[in-house]
C-alpha cells in the first residue's frame, strides 16, 4: 500500500484524502448530479412512442390512447399534449354514437324482462357466464378455469355464493294453526318436521320434503328449509320458509290452499298500477324510496287468524363454505354495539339495547370465538346467530387480503359448542319496518369514499365510527355442517349462510370478496351436490324435476341435430334407445305392475337398512323377506349414487345395467374394462338416405318450376325479397321427419334394448377431487335393487358391482352402487 500511495503523490494533480470533507464542496457536487438525472428524467425521448405506451404493459389500457383520464395523474398533463400535436387524430367510431339510455337504473329495469336480475349481477356479468335457469339470470362458472380453485376453496379456504335466487314465504298467526297445516304437507318418515323441538324455539334451521296436502307419499312438490321466530312465548308466531324457484310458486298455492287464504285488496290495486304509454323519468325515480334499489312489492294473502306473505325480493341470502369462513365472517362483520356513535339515535336501536342486553352480548362473544381456530363445523348443526353489524364498507380492507384466524386458540365457550339459547338468535330482521329503514337510511359509495379518504386510521382500516353517521343491519347468521363421514373428508362443504335486508347483497358480498373468498356460481353448487352426495333439488317425482328434464331433452336435441350427419353419433348402432333424458316412466313401467303412482324413496329409515345392505354383502339375502319388509319398494324409485371403480368418464343419462355372473368373476382382471356392446343394425339408414334424395329431388322440381314461371311473365315487376320462403313447411316437414328415423318415436321395449338388463339411469355425474374418479346421481325402481341384491348374493364377491354405460359409447364399464340418504 505505501508503495502505491508514493506512486500517487508523485501524480500530477492528485490529492490525497484526509481526515475532513469541505461540505460546501460536497453539497454543491451532489447537487449538480441530482440536477443532471431529473433533467433527464423529464426530458422526452426523441421516440415515436406515446406517453401511455412508455408506461409497463400491466399498467396499459387501449382506452389511453383516446381517454386522458385513464392516465396516471401525473402523467396526464403531457399526454394531454401529445394529443393535441398529433396530425391524425383519432376518428371517432359508429358504435361511439350510440345512444347511452338517460337513466342506467331504468335501462336495468328494461334489461330484466326476460330474467331478473339478482343484485350482484353486474359484478358476475363482467366475470361469470350468465345462464336463464327458473327466471333469474345466474351465474354458472367463471370465465376463467377455476374449477380446482373452487375446490380447494371449500375444502381448505373459503367459497363465497349468491344464493339470493333462494326466496323466502313468511306464515305469521297462531302457532297450533300454522303447525296443524304444515303438518298436511310433510311426513315423519322424511326426516324432523315444522313441530320438531329442536327447531321450535328458533335456534336452528330445519329442512324438509315438502308434497301436496294429504298426498304423501306422492305429489312431491321439493325440498324446503325454515326457521321459526325467537318469541316462544308469544301466541301469535311466525315462520320462514326458504325454497328454490322452480317450486316457489306451486308451494305458494299449496300454502294458499291449505290455509284458506285470500289475496289482500289493497295489494291487488298496487299490482295493477295504469298503464302509462310514456312515464315520465323523474316521476319513477319519486315513486321508488330509493334511486339505488327499487321497490318491492310483497304480496299478502290473509284469513281471519292467519297472514301469507311472500317476501320474494325483500331478503338476500349469501353463501360461505369452507373452513376459514369464520375468519371471514369476523372481518366483514362489526357488532354494531360496540360502536358510541352519537348520530345513531333511532328509536329500535335504542330499544333493543336496553331490553335485550344479554343478546347482545351473547353475539358479541360468538363474534369474538369467529377470530380463534374454531371451523364451522365447530358451531351446533344449522344453529341461527342474530346479529346487527354497521355498514361493511366502513371496515374494507386497503387491498384484498387472505382472512386468516388472529389466535391459535379454540375461543368457543363449550356450553355454545353444543346449544345456543333462544336470545343469541334474536334480530330485528324479522321486523319490516327495521328491513326498510337499514336500506333507506343505507350512505351513498361517494360519501364512503369521501370518509375512507379522509378518516383512515394508521395500521388499521376501520374507519373513526364514532364521528359519523351509520347504518345498522341486522342480519342472521345460519350454519351449515358438512360431510359426517370419517373415511372422506370430515366437515367437508361446512360453512354459513348469510341473511340480509335488501339493498345490501352488493355491500357484503364486495366484503367477502375483499378478504380472499373464492367466487362461485351454479356449477360449484352442482358440485357439492354430487361431491356430498345430498339430493337433487329437481327430483323426478316432482313437477319442477319434468320441467327440468323436458328443457334440458330440447336443448340436447338441438345442439345434437345443428351436427352435419357425418359428426353425428348414431345411437341406433350404439343400443341407446333415450341419450338425451332418463325415460322414468318407461323403466318403471317396465319394473313394476303399478308405475302411475312412482315416487322416489325418501323415508330415512328404510334408506339407512338399504344402505346397510349394500355395505354388508358377505351373508346371503333373502329377497322375498326384503319385498315384506320395505313393501314400498315395489311401486317407488330409490336414489342411488354410482361411483366408478377403474379410469373412465361418465356422462349424464347413463346406463345403470344389471352384470352376468360372468361379468362379476372377471372383475379381478386388469385389462378388463368390462363388457362390450355388440353394434346393432341400422334399418333405417337406407330409409333416411332414400328420403334425402327424394328431397332434394323435389326442392329441385319446386325450382324449375318458379323459374319458368318467371320467364314467362311479360310484365316487368320489382324485384321484393320474400318473407317467408315457399318451401319453408316442406323443409319443417323434412327436419321432422328425419329426427324420427335418427331417434325412433316408437322404440323397443327399454329394460331389454341391450345385452344387459337396465335397472336405472344415472342422471347427473362429475369429476370427483375427493375420490380421483367420476361419480353420479341417479335413480333405480325398487324391483331392480331387489333383482341386484338376488345377484349380489349369488356371487362369490362381497361388493356391491353394476354396470355403466354411456350414451355415446358401446363400452360397459365396472362401478360402486350405493344407496343415498
Known amino acids: 500500500m505505501d508503495h502505491l500511495h508514493k506512486i500517487l503523490d508523485d501524480t500530477p494533480g492528485h490529492v490525497r484524502p484526509g481526515n475532513q470533507v469541505d461540505a460546501d464542496s460536497f453539497l454543491s457536487a451532489r447537487n449538480q448530479e441530482i440536477q443532471a438525472l431529473l433533467k433527464e428524467i423529464q426530458t422526452p425521448k426523441k421516440c415515436n412512442k406515446m406517453i401511455f405506451q412508455r408506461l409497463p404493459k400491466k399498467m396499459r389500457r387501449r382506452v389511453m390512447s383516446t381517454t386522458v383520464k385513464r392516465m396516471p395523474k401525473d402523467l396526464r398533463a403531457a399526454h394531454k399534449k401529445s394529443i393535441e400535436k398529433q396530425i391524425n387524430k383519432h376518428v371517432r367510431r359508429r358504435k361511439d354514437y350510440r345512444r347511452k ?40 362458472s367463471s370465465h376463467d378455469k377455476t374449477y380446482r380453485a373452487c375446490y380447494r376453496a371449500i375444502g381448505n379456504h373459503c367459497l363465497a355464493q349468491d344464493v339470493s335466487y333462494i326466496s323466502c314465504i313468511e306464515l305469521k298467526g297462531p302457532y297450533n294453526q300454522i303447525i296443524e297445516g304444515l303438518m298436511l304437507h310433510v311426513n315423519q318418515d322424511c326426516g324432523r318436521t315444522f313441530k320438531a323441538k329442536c327447531y321450535e324455539q328458533g335456534t336452528r334451521e330445519g329442512s324438509i320434503c315438502m308434497y301436496k296436502n294429504g298426498a304423501y307419499p306422492h305429489g312431491a312438490i321439493g325440498r324446503v328449509s325454515f326457521i321459526w321466530d325467537t318469541c316462544v312465548q308469544d301466541k301469535i308466531r311466525a315462520i320462514w320458509i326458504w325454497a328454490e324457484p322452480s317450486i316457489y310458486t306451486q308451494l305458494a298455492k299449496e300454502l294458499q290452499a291449505t290455509f284458506n287464504l285470500k289475496q289482500n285488496d289493497f295489494d291487488i290495486l298496487e299490482s295493477e298500477p295504469p298503464v302509462l304509454k310514456k312515464p315520465k323519468l323523474l316521476e319513477i325515480i319519486k315513486n321508488s324510496k330509493n334511486a339505488a334499489t327499487p321497490a318491492v312489492l310483497n304480496p299478502t294473502f290473509v284469513n281471519s287468524a292467519m297472514k301469507m306473505t311472500l317476501l320474494k325480493g325483500s331478503l338476500n341470502r349469501l353463501r360461505l363454505t369452507g373452513p376459514l369462513s369464520n375468519s371471514v365472517l369476523s372481518r366483514v362483520l362489526y357488532p354494531a354495539n360496540l360502536v358510541n356513535s352519537k348520530n345513531v339515535n333511532e328509536n329500535w336501536w335504542s330499544s333493543h339495547l336496553k331490553n335485550l342486553k344479554n343478546s347482545t352480548d351473547i353475539q358479541t362473544k360468538l363474534w369474538e370465538s369467529l377470530n380463534g381456530a374454531d371451523r364451522p363445523e365447530s358451531y351446533p348443526s344449522n344453529c341461527v346467530v342474530g346479529f346487527h353489524t354497521i355498514d361493511p364498507r366502513l371496515v374494507f380492507p386497503m387491498k384484498r387480503t387472505k382472512a386468516l384466524p388472529i389466535s391459535k386458540d379454540f375461543l368457543l365457550d363449550e356450553d355454545y359448542s353444543l346449544k345456543l339459547p333462544t336470545i343469541a338468535s334474536v334480530s330485528k330482521i324479522w321486523d319490516t319496518q327495521v328491513r326498510d329503514w337499514s336500506w333507506q337510511n343505507k350512505m351513498p359509495n361517494c360519501e364512503i369514499n369521501m370518509l375512507r379518504s379522509n378518516c383512515v386510521i394508521n395500521g388499521n382500516d376501520k374507519i373513526a365510527l364514532d364521528k359519523h353517521s351509520m347504518s345498522i343491519i341486522p342480519i342472521l347468521l345460519i350454519q351449515r355442517p358438512g360431510q359426517f363421514h370419517p373415511i372422506t373428508r370430515p366437515g367437508y362443504g361446512s360453512g ?63 345442439k345434437h341435430f345443428k351436427l352435419p350427419p357425418q359428426m353425428r353419433v348414431n345411437y341406433i348402432k350404439l343400443g341407446f334407445q333415450t341419450p338425451f333424458h332418463c325415460p322414468w316412466d318407461i323403466i318403471c313401467k317396465e319394473w313394476m305392475l303399478n308405475s302411475n303412482n312412482k315416487f322416489v324413496l325418501r323415508n330415512i329409515k328404510e334408506l339407512t337398512q338399504l344402505q346397510n345392505l349394500t355395505l354388508n354383502l358377505k351373508g346371503k339375502i333373502n329377497v322375498d323377506n326384503l319385498k315384506s319388509e320395505f313393501a314400498d319398494l315395489q311401486s317407488c324409485l330409490v336414489p342411488i349414487r354410482v361411483e366408478l371403480s377403474h379410469k373412465g368418464i361418465l356422462k349424464p343419462n347413463s346406463h345403470v345395467c344389471l352384470p352376468t355372473l360372468d361379468d362379476l368373476n372377471n372383475i379381478g382382471d386388469k385389462s378388463n374394462m368390462g363388457p362390450l ?33 318467371k320467364k314467362n311473365r311479360n310484365i316487368l315487376c320489382k324485384r321484393f325479397k ?18 324420427k328415423l335418427w331417434i325412433p318415436e316408437e322404440q323397443t321395449p327399454l329394460k331389454h334394448s341391450c345385452s344387459r338388463v337396465i335397472l336405472g339411469f344415472s342422471c347427473n355425474s362429475h369429476f370427483s377431487f ?12 325398487g324391483p331392480a335393487l331387489l333383482e341386484l341384491f338376488n345377484l349380489w348374493s349369488e356371487s362369490k364377491i362381497n361388493l356391491p358391482y353394476v354396470l355403466v354405460r354411456n350414451p355415446s359409447t358401446n363400452q360397459f364399464r365396472y362401478a360402486f352402487l350405493s344407496i343415498t340418504i
Request: glycine share 6%; net charge positive; with cysteine.
Open 770 to 781: 375427493t375420490n380421483s374418479k367420476y361419480v353420479g346421481i341417479g335413480y333405480m325402481p
Open 496 to 558: 354459513w349462510d348469510i341473511v340480509l335486508p335488501a339493498g345490501w347483497a352488493m355491500p357484503f358480498w364486495l366484503g367477502l370478496i375483499m378478504n380472499g373468498c373464492q367466487p362461485g356460481g351454479l356449477r360449484e353448487t352442482t358440485t357439492m351436490i354430487l361431491e356430498r352426495c345430498l339430493p337433487r333439488p329437481d327430483e323426478p317425482d316432482t313437477d319442477a324435476g319434468n320441467l327440468r328434464a323436458m328443457l334440458e331433452k330440447e336443448e340436447a336435441m338441438k
Open 677 to 709: 356392446e355388440k353394434i346393432h343394425k341400422d334399418l333405417n339408414a337406407f330409409k333416411r338416405k332414400i328420403y334425402r334424395l327424394e328431397h332434394k329431388k323435389l326442392l329441385r322440381s319446386l325450382r324449375r318450376k318458379r323459374v319458368l314461371e
Open 101 to 140: 339510455p338517460k337513466s342506467r337504473r331504468l335501462d336495468y329495469l328494461r334489461r330484466q324482462k326476460n330474467g331478473k336480475w339478482l343484485e350482484t349481477h353486474v359484478w358476475f356479468a363482467k366475470r361469470f357466464h350468465i345462464v336463464l335457469k327458473d327466471g333469474y339470470k345466474l351465474p354458472k
Open 722 to 739: 320474400r318473407k317467408v320462403s315457399p318451401t319453408s313447411q316442406i323443409v319443417k316437414e323434412y327436419l321432422s321427419q328425419m329426427k
